[in-house]
């Protein structure tokens, strides 16, 4: 068989020689005829690199492909991210950076001191008078005061009851062209009437001493002084002793065209208005006197003087 398969070996390559189709190729390779064989116009494929170890990975893009729903309240850019889809997805929320937020505390406590003290004591007053145990609001061309505010404290009013009273003096912290004199009452059948009572102040020389000013004086028909005024002066310190301690506001009154008196032509009120008040006790009173010598203002029941306070 070999020798047969030589013989036909032999006379295969004599005819191919003869035809002139062989090519050259290694004469040395056991392989010849199976690279006789294959056309060598195939074009060979590079093979496909392989990564080099120093490779990074490309980045994941922050695009997204999606159908966007443009009637949709859930719609996002197609480039938005994830962030910025949850961020745009959130609630919003109005607010002003410019408004402050505060406690708002609820105080069903009237504050009488807004309505009463700074009703009174105000703007509308040509020099308001600190003289730290009273306040006064001062009208310059009345040269009188027209309302006086104080505090009446319960463990104080009668504490000492000083015995000694101080001279009345001009009030320096107003011009003297304003200002009433002690000579302006001397024989004008008025009585220098306190507003703030010494009586209720008389537990130091400083708080006595205050009341003396003339600021404080108004001119009083002296029995309206001496018994009426003088009993509710009286029932506001018990009405102190009694709550622990009570606001006073004395409001004047004087008409268009009022009475003057002495060289400074000091103003006569018509009549005065007391208004008692404690804010945390819920209580408040208001009474009213004539500065007349009528049997109405020579009343000295108290209850006769009641008023509304609205009215005031």
């Not at 074009?43 to 990564?51: C, F, L």
């Not at 000579?183 to 507003?195: K, P, V, W």
Request: aromatic content about 10%; glycine content about 4%.
């Amino acid at each position: 068989m070999f020798f047969i398969r030589v013989i036909l070996n032999s006379v295969l390559l004599l005819l191919m020689i003869g035809c002139g189709d062989i090519n050259e190729y290694d004469t040395n390779s056991t392989n010849a005829v199976e690279q006789i064989a294959i056309p060598t116009s195939i074009p060979t494929q590079s093979p496909t690199p392989t990564p080099s170890p120093t490779s990074t990975i490309e980045p994941i893009t922050d695009s997204v492909d999606i159908d966007i729903d443009n009637n949709s309240n859930d719609s996002f850019s197609a480039s938005s991210s994830p962030i910025d889809t949850i961020l745009n997805n959130r609630p919003v929320v109005e607010s002003n950076q410019n408004s402050t937020v505060t406690e708002t505390q609820t105080d069903t406590t009237p504050n009488r001191n807004i309505i009463y003290k700074d009703r009174f004591i105000n703007s509308s007053c040509d020099q308001i008078l600190d003289k730290e145990f009273l306040v006064i609001c001062y009208d310059y061309g009345l040269k009188m005061a027209t309302s006086v505010a104080y505090l009446l404290e319960g463990d104080l009013v009668e504490e000492l009851n000083i015995a000694d009273r101080p001279s009345f003096y001009e009030e320096e912290l107003i011009e003297k062209r304003y200002r009433a004199t002690y000579s302006d009452y001397t024989h004008s059948g008025y009585d220098r009437g306190h507003l703030a009572p010494d009586a209720s102040f008389d537990w130091s020389i400083e708080s006595l001493e205050a009341t003396y000013s003339l600021a404080n004086i108004i001119p009083q028909v002296p029995i309206v002084n001496r018994e009426v005024w003088a009993r509710i002066e009286g029932y506001a310190r018990e009405k102190a002793k009694e709550l622990g301690e009570l606001n006073v506001v004395n409001v004047i009154k004087f008409n268009s065209t009022p009475t003057r008196i002495g060289d400074n032509k000091i103003a006569v009120p018509i009549g005065y208005y007391k208004i008692l008040y404690n804010q945390y006790m819920d209580y408040e009173e208001c009474f009213y006197y004539g500065n007349n010598t009528d049997s109405k203002n020579l009343d000295i029941n108290i209850s006769s003087h009641i008023v509304s306070c609205s009215n005031i």
